[in-house]
């Protein structure tokens, strides 16, 4: 008789007892919260490198517009100003020129572009500023200081031929 009662005691504690605590759920619900904190900041990361990627990759395009257009002309698309750094637009329309719209992917704004018309009508130089600070920025493709009126100085990266 004694085991049936502690059986049957068992049965009803054990159906009393059947959800998570208070506790049990603040620290489930803690663990999640650091998880998904954690996982957005990688993803954050990864953005800023893919615009940085297709900043470096647009230039690259723009340059390769640039020289069909100066095989086809015998010159680079003037600038509004020689040895000055404007914006794709200003610059003699090169938007237009080249066919192709160059935006930056995060602000939409134009890259910069400078070329010396007088002087050696046979260099250019593109710009964009890179918002992280990748490796390409040590490389030799990045040109620093000041060229044709752009300040080249990280992170913006300077593209030239």
Known sequence: MYFISLINSMRAKARINKGFTLIELLVVIAIIGILAGIVLVSLNNARESARDTKRISDMRSAALALELYYAENAEYVAAAASTTCENFSAAGGLNTELG??????????????????????QDYVILATLE???DILDSANDADGTVLGCTCDDPDYCLQP
């Open 100 to 121: 192709e719209t160059f935006d930056d992917p995060s602000t939409g704004a134009n890259y910069m572009y400078g070329v010396d018309d007088s002087t050696d009508p």
């Open 132 to 134: 992280g600070t990748p």
